[in-house]
């Protein structure tokens, strides 16, 4: 008995020593967290080190998107990638194809890779779980870590104003991100504007189904009027399924009056009437320009003028310092003459002790000269001594190398307005208020937005009226459509979509709006030509 006693109590020491020297039971090692942990790159590794790290016992996966086969006679099935979804070991172990069926509702993180590297993220998308504070705390430090990231996709997750603003704090660490999807999210104070800025540089923002009233129209409205005018980046808006109405359209109106970005916008199912299908339809158009834009354009004209001012001017004294230059090379017959004449005077009056002191002030005045760079040439003065013809074509002949040093130090100084030259030359981008006018009945009127080439607006409460506001303003852009070579080269809208408003499908304004579109449409192919290539 006393043996076996002796047995466990060594058994247990044992056990006790293999796990200090494991980590387990030691005291003196902190535990591990996660502001301690570098990120990889790989996005399910760190994710997963992340959140046991944080004391998360169910993790959500990190799952690849299911991709088509390369082949038609591939073995693989197109579906064979969404058995990763679930464990390989409860397949072999026969829990049955109902154990598994309800994994898609599970949490998860659905990636798209640009290749089998887990490092090439390149689209993120999650769909229908909670993310609280400490969850994005986690995606604060894994996102930024993926160099290939371009799109994150946030569907029903249950955003608040406080997680949003964490949010944004991640995207001002992920210059790669351009495409933003946030869609089921209401926020209570319609921050969503805040996506609309210069220093994230979004291409693509989808808001659709957030509850945006005619205060979030407003914000966002005036987000896209602060963006500066070089800023080309956001392309795309979604504001479908929202809560617009006719005040909410005028805003955002009044935002695409200046705004040169902006290519499609999508306000679908909201409840835009025809007053904001007036006010949107008047910015394709010719508009006039309200007092204060008027005041704002004269300001920009005079500064215009000041701005080319200086330009004018520099390149006046560029053209003088070129008129200035010949004269540096005919100098030479100038101080022979007046060598000839100075020469003749310095015989009857001068000494030869005084012809033999010039010379060494005429030394002394060519080093300054050049030393300084003055555009003067030096003349020498002082009498000459008689000499031989072969001392005289000397001293001529230093006399020329003195002028030719002079010469090149000119040429050197004077091109300092040469990069000046080259900043006039430079592109300007410039404000539409400062496109051409039209004075009509004492108004200033300006082209409308011609950048604009998708509005949708379908499932609203426009009406017939609203419809003549579309008419007329398709009809402007189709007269002042360009004809150059035998090809049109369309501006402003090329797809307009108004179905399923308050008017029927017959009505003729209706149909005079489609006529115009599909001549317009760069996709679309009639039905003829469809037969005709089947027939080719």
């Given at each position: ?6 047995r466990k109590e060594k058994t ?303 390149t006046s004294r560029h053209t ?20 000839k004449l100075q020469a003749q ?192």
């Amino acid at each position: 008995m006393g043996k076996k006693a002796e047995r466990k109590e060594k058994t247990g020491k044992d056990n006790e020593d293999d796990a200090k020297t494991a980590g387990f039971g030691s005291q003196d090692k902190p535990p591990l967290t996660a502001e301690d942990y570098h990120c990889t790159g790989n996005l399910e590794q760190d994710f997963t080190e992340l959140c046991t790290r944080l004391g998360y016992t169910e993790i959500p996966k990190v799952m690849p998107r299911p991709r088509p086969p390369s082949t038609p006679a591939s073995e693989k099935n197109v579906f064979a990638d969404e058995a990763d979804f679930t464990s390989d070991k409860d397949s072999q172990n026969g829990a049955g194809p109902t154990k598994d069926r309800y994994s898609y509702f599970r949490p998860s993180i659905r990636v798209e890779l640009e290749s089998e590297d887990g490092r090439s993220v390149r689209e993120i998308s999650i769909r229908g779980w909670k993310i609280d504070e400490k969850m994005m705390g986690i995606f604060a430090k894994c996102l930024p870590a993926l160099p290939n990231l371009q799109k994150i996709t946030l569907w029903n997750v249950g955003l608040t104003d406080g997680t949003f603003s964490s949010f944004m704090n991640v995207l001002q660490h992920c210059p790669s991100v351009k495409v933003i999807s946030l869609e089921g999210n209401p926020l209570p104070d319609q921050s969503y504007h805040k996506l609309i800025s210069d220093d994230l540089g979004l291409v693509h923002i989808s808001l659709r189904n957030n509850q945006i009233n005619d205060e979030g129209a407003r914000l966002i409205s005036q987000a896209l009027q602060s963006l500066k005018i070089t800023n080309k980046h956001l392309a795309t808006l979604v504001l479908s399924y929202n809560h617009i109405t006719d005040l909410g359209a005028g805003y955002i109106a009044q935002a695409l009056r200046f705004n040169r970005s902006l290519l499609s916008l999508n306000l679908s199912s909201n409840q835009i009437g025809d007053q904001g299908a007036l006010a949107l339809s008047e910015v394709l158009g010719h508009f006039a320009l309200k007092h204060i834009e008027i005041v704002q354009r004269r300001l920009l004209l005079l500064d215009k003028e000041a701005q080319e001012q200086p330009r004018s001017q520099a390149t006046s004294r560029h053209t003088d310092v070129k008129s200035e230059r010949p004269l540096s090379h005919h100098s030479n017959s100038a101080t022979e003459k007046a060598e000839k004449l100075q020469a003749q005077k310095s015989k009857s009056s001068l000494s030869k002790k005084k012809e033999k002191e010039t010379p060494k002030k005429e030394d002394k005045t060519t080093i300054t000269n050049v030393a300084s760079g003055a555009s003067t040439v030096t003349i020498q003065t002082g009498p000459t001594k008689k000499e031989d013809p072969k001392t005289a074509k000397k001293q001529t002949s230093n006399s020329d190398h003195k002028i030719t040093r002079v010469k090149t130090v000119k040429s050197a100084t004077k091109r300092v307005p040469l990069p000046e030259q080259e900043q006039a030359e430079a592109p300007e981008v410039s404000n539409p208020l400062l496109e051409q006018a039209e004075f009509r009945d004492g108004k200033v009127f300006l082209p409308g937005n011609k950048v604009l080439i998708n509005l949708n607006l379908s499932r609203n409460r426009v009406t017939e009226e609203g419809l003549r506001s579309f008419l007329a303003a398709m009809e402007t852009q189709v007269r002042e459509t360009k004809v150059t070579s035998g090809a049109r080269t369309h501006t402003g809208l090329l797809r307009l979509s108004l179905g399923k408003n308050k008017f029927p499908a017959e009505c003729s304004t209706f149909v005079q709006i489609q006529e115009i579109m599909v001549s317009r449409d760069p996709i679309y192919k009639s039905p003829r030509s469809s037969v005709d290539e089947q027939v080719m």
